[in-house]
């Protein structure tokens, strides 16, 4: 096996994962980001009364769905690594090691204090917002701010 069979790139030289995809083909990701979105209004994950019970330690619930989407991350990773498994395309899935560094614990503490203030992750923005609460606008405004910001001065911090 040559090395561009290896790497499933294909004979113009792009990888499986880079090549564009045709707008109506992009629909099928509209689709589950819709879906995604009725799942996180029903279950209430996206409810600022909720993330707030989860802050105050006054309710489980927020607890047991973050647990849960750990878990099935972790068992995710430990069959992906185990079966080799390989995406849709046939690329084979390489799972990176990670460095530990102290500005994660930064990093994650900023995070967790504007999760708290504003009752919002950044993974259901949408959802809040579609489903009305239009103030969220400038939740999502400032975390687009934040991370042109980080990556502004990226390089000048130690990492």
């Avoid at 995604?36 to 409810?47: D, Q």
Wanted: hydrophobic share 45%; glycine share 12%.
């Amino acid at each position: 096996m040559n090395n561009l069979e290896n790497k499933n790139i294909d004979s113009e030289g792009i990888n499986a994962s880079q090549k564009k995809e045709s707008s109506l083909s992009n629909l099928k990701y509209l689709i589950v980001g819709i879906f995604f979105g009725i799942v996180f209004v029903k279950a209430e994950i996206i409810s600022w009364f909720r993330i707030q019970e989860m802050f105050h330690l006054q309710s489980f619930f927020m607890y047991g769905v973050i647990g849960s989407a750990v878990a099935v991350g972790v068992v995710s990773v430990f069959i992906i690594k185990k079966f080799n498994i390989k995406t849709l395309q046939g690329e084979k899935i390489e799972i990176q090691p990670k460095d530990f560094n102290k500005g994660q614990i930064y990093g994650g503490l900023m995070f967790g204090f504007g999760w708290a203030i504003t009752g919002a992750c950044p993974g259901p923005l949408f959802a809040q917002i579609g489903t009305g609460a239009t103030v969220i606008i400038v939740t999502l405004l400032s975390a687009i701010a934040g991370t042109w910001f980080y990556g502004l001065i990226k390089d000048k911090l130690p990492h």
